[in-house]
């Protein structure tokens, strides 16, 4: 009888249990589930994930520093997940099509986002930035779990369309716990559609641990809705371009979605208005820290030979680079023309906010030398 | 002209978008094989195929969070809401996303979605069945909102709702769905009134009624019985809730001096509100008498036996009627 | 690696993969896991059963007449659903609490809901009929799976009071693809309550088969989720009243929420209103029909010879004075009072809604000899 | 007298609240080691445990949910939504269940929940994190609404509300979190001004501004400003916004003869309309001018660096007392 399925004795909180082809030293281990979808993975090519991973921390770092001189009215950091984010987005093709939560700078910096379109949403002069048809990938969710449901319908797309492309959803692991998460997973399996969701299980939601969200590893829900699923080291960029790349395929051969959990931390408050050490220790965050996603695939490019004095410093200018127009973007902006907040409400026009932008603009026009 | 009912002339407008458009699709709960169970999507399936008119799994959200990312893949989703009451799990997709994903994104993602509802009561329904949710969809700037009441504008402004590239709420009146009106199924919808604008559907001098949905046939009948009295009513059917027209309810208005608004929704923050906030605003001087609501009571809908005590009759019109005109005594007082 | 998890082979519509005591014929079969819960089970306890299962087919038919004559607004019937329905229930201990949907006639009859209490909502009269703390039992739910939440939080409650009850959920296959439905898992899981979740899979979601809400068999659901499930025949009342003393027994032993998955089939329409001649065949609807749970249990009885004529007698007169008392609540009901409107909309004064019915009772009162 | 922030005045509240009634839980995401985004909840979770302070999974329609079966068993569970963008996903168990049930149930089932809900903007945050949605939970019968402006009546309102058998939902303006202002800590509830009062903050003889939440603050600044030309404005605090005090509203209206209604929430369909739409039938013959709205715009909540021109601030207040007094020349006038 299939039907006496008792769940799993892992815990969601196991780090340990998962995928891994890169250990923490940075060393080459196997995994035979991983093997086929990292065999042409080289050095140059690894070069190219490790500077878009740089450029995302040193990024991050900066977005950091822009909130804390006043620049930005918050920032999400996102330092020790970029493995996750750059190597699933490097799996992808160029026109597949990426849902993401707030915190995915990585898979944005893959995508070519330019330096000012990290930056202007959160200086508050916009709500979203890139045209996400340039580089396929939608501006961020702040809704949690909203766009896991975007992901599959823009995948029901696709498999009407006949088009070879896959959508991706990206949420975290609090995120699970939304209904429209599980309806995602739902629709996407009833349709056999061309999705495939990411989960970033960074461990915390805010200040809530995971295993508030979930007594076994959230990549076990997956395949009780029909859709297999792989649980991943993300702080292992080769292992998440692997795996990634076996997602993304099965959904791209019209084998339905597929499902990773990628196990990483969140190094960083939740926002910068967050005070993590009211929630958790010390100990666990040096954990983690000694888990760096970056300081691996550095090691193992060493041992390979391929990491030399020029490539850091040529990745360090161009990050210095990419920083300096981010500052510049925010720092000293004027502020948006105050009649711009009724632009866009509609794409026709609607008599009732054309009267009151019309109002809006007299009212404006009666102080002196118009309104500030 | 063809004589066809509400629902018939509902079924024709998707038919003719679906047929002219291949991005149009329709997805909801039962609308294949059953075609609905209203049977506004009786047919479509089969002349259409699944990959255009779509069974969904039983999930409100997740049947409008799919069709917002089918439009960011450029198609133009009809989603049918069951039935009124069902509409509020997939509110947060409507609200967050569907309402403001234009405005977000600068005008670069469009959202092109019609939601059809089969609306309101008076059809002896069980709880949930008999909803007027319409004003959370008023107050929600980037959708814009429709109620219609005969198979013409049916039959157009659904076309024009599907046509349009914002969002479109769309009340369908269960009540009306068998009633029958002549349709001009060939009419260019470029020829016809835009979808914001409302209508005059009886001319009158003595008091403006300002209507819109099922609400309409009341109105009418109301107006028929004040004939009898001699008094003369100006009947407005909305169309639009958002926008709204107060070109034509204010001209009206200007003319008549007084004013009823009536709608089966309940009252507090209701659309009566709003349209007599902003017409005793545009109008003020040219008011006889403070302009009146008449409409549901501020309850839950109550059960079917008791519903004709809850949803505005003739009776409830013509006695604010009476009261704008001062032929009553029965004007409001405060208690508090 | 415990996540290379691939989904069941199991489809969803496999509707023999099930959990069984009695077969068809009513022979009784052997089932390891569920053996234990249904030592106890004697033919004077199983003519109990029968008795509830035979009075909740009964009141059934009586309901759909008096929806075909007139006298009720609307009907859902339950045939073929008694055995889960009445099983369920009689596992339960009396103050557990049962939160079902509109359909479940077998779990009112068991907790003894009275006869104009199955009818007066139907006929329009009123939203809810009987005291949920009477009986134990909730109003049926009709928004479609949002009463399952209400049941995790009621175990909250259990858990709280230190209560060794449990709380039930009830919804059916279409009800799994609501957010709420996943919701109340999250929430069951994590806090490790008292709480039995009970999907009737009758395949049928008014016209929309089973499979398009899961490609997987339902109770595969739970696992992933951190619940145990057993799937069930939800036609062999053995079977229900031994799974629901698993589950419940798991439940109330403080070892967190139970999941079944009972396989039944709606063999009326979804209502009165409903063709279900428009979606499925009738062969479908005669081979279940072949399968009919009361059928079975009395060849049981019969070959235990604990079923005779004169049984088969007071059963029928039963009913009949049930049936009868139902009747006679709805014909020639009087209308209740109009101002009945207005009550119990706050608990406490609102002097907006009292403004209005003082309103409405004047003008009531302009009317000679009031309103109708 | 103890001077409080609103913040600490509503922790204390639920402090109150917790300690007198041990059916009484708090139940929200983060709101117990972290003591919620805005430590509103601070030091509860250690103070009275795990088990009556309870971080939840993150789902807003589970939070509900879960509340109303505690309150099936007898519980009176007070729910912290993270922000007021964030009750849309609870909007189905808040609509159709929490309203409903004791209308339902015929009175047997109470649901003596309060929703608290951080609420409205100015504070420079992102997107949804800015939302007012009053008017949607105004328009919902079977639910108390109530906003609060200061301290004392934040410590007041809080504990009546969790106090109430009805489900009330509670909106804290998050600008006025760190407002500070005396509060009575010791003062017994039944003593205070009933949950569905209004109060004249400030008396004045030529225009009564009715509003509620932050925007008391405003307008008492803006009653300042007028005040040095000479022009007097009576101040009401809405307070609860279901019900609506009429009775003070109109006391003032018939008094000044001029009616300001602000808030930031957008205005069709919002509070405004309604106090508008009411004041007009209850005192049309006091009125001297047209009531006029002063409200945020029908628009999305804008980016922080436009939402000065959104939430309406003294100048508007006052460009509206001027329309009223007939000072300005800038009358509204129909576009269409
Ligand atoms: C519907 C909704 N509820 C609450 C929030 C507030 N909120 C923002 S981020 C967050 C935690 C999300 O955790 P997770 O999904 O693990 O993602 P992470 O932040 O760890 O990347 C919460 C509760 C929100 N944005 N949306
Ligand atoms: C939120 C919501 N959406 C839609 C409906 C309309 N509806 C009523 S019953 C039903 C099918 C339910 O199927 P299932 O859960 O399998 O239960 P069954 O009727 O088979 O017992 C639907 C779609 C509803 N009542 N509530
Ligand atoms: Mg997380
Ligand atoms: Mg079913």
Known sequence: MTDTLTPATVVASDTEDVARLLDHEGRRVRDERLEPWAADVDAPMLRQVYRDMFLARRLDAEGVALQRQGHLGLWAPAQGQEAVQVGTAWACHDDDFLFPSYREIGIEVVRGVQPQDFVLVWHGAQHASWNPFDVHVANPQIIIGAQSLHAVGYAMGIQRDGGDQVAVAYFGDGATSQGDVNEAMIFASSYGVPVVFVCSNNQWAISEPVELQSRTPISHRAPGFGIPSLRVDGNDVLACIAAMRWAADHARSGRGPAYLEAVTYRVGPHTTSDDPTRYRDAGEVAYWRARDPLTRVEAYLRSLGAFDDSFAQSLTADAGRFTAAMRSAVVGAVAPEPLRVFDNVYAEPHSGLDEQRARFASYLDGFVGGAS | MTELTMGKALTAAMRRALADDDRVLVMGEDIG?????????????????????????????????????????????????????FVYPAFDQIVSQVAKLHYRTQGRVKMPITIRIPWAGGVGAAEHHSESPEAYFVHTAGLRVVAVSNPQDAYTMLRQAIASDDPVVFFEPKRMYHAKGDVDLEADIADAAPLGLARVVREGTDVTVVTYGAQVTTAMDAALAAEDEGISLEIIDLRSLSPIDYGTVAASVRRTGRVVVTHEASREAGVAAEVIASITEKCFHYLEAPPLRVTGHDIPYPPAKLEHHHVPDLDRILDAVDQVLGRSSNVPEVTA
Chains 1, 3 share one sequence.
């Not at chain 2, 089969?46 to 450029?74: H, K, M, Y």
């Open chain 2, 33 to 85: 094989r059953l075609g609905g169970v209203f049977r506004i999507t009786d047919g479509l399936q089969e002349e259409f195929g699944a990959r255009r008119v779509v069974d969904t799994p039983l999930a409100e959200s997740g049947i409008v969070g799919t069709a917002v990312g089918l439009a960011f893949r450029g198609f133009r989703p009809i989603v049918e809401i069951q039935f009124d009451g």
